[in-house]
């Protein structure tokens, strides 16, 4: 009996790992165009500021305000965007270059 039990929790474990880890699903219409952000002082020289961008989180397009980070030293920064991929929109990150 014990063993059963302890099979259908194995069961039941293993089917919620498989539903967490579906890809989230993609947006179907391009972001809105991006409010204008006010950039609030620059905290340094070595500095550069990361623009805002829209995420899509429970099929609604969320804005996420930019900021300054601390550059990397002789990289400059790539923004991400959108990529529009047959039917749905893609987020490609930003990252240093």
């Known amino acids: 009996m014990i063993k059963k039990i302890i099979q259908f929790l194995l069961v039941v474990v293993f089917s919620f790992s498989l539903f967490n880890c579906a890809p989230p699903p993609r947006p179907r219409s391009a972001p809105p165009p991006p409010p204008s952000e006010v950039r609030p002082p620059k905290p340094g020289p070595a500095y550069a500021w990361i623009s ?44 240093w270059r």
């Open 52 to 95: 805002g961008h829209y995420v899509w989180r429970h099929g609604h397009w969320h804005w996420v305000r930019g900021h300054w980070e601390k550059g990397k030293h002789g990289k400059t920064w790539v923004p991400g965007h959108w990529v529009k991929r047959g039917r749905r929109w893609v987020w490609i990150k930003g990252h």
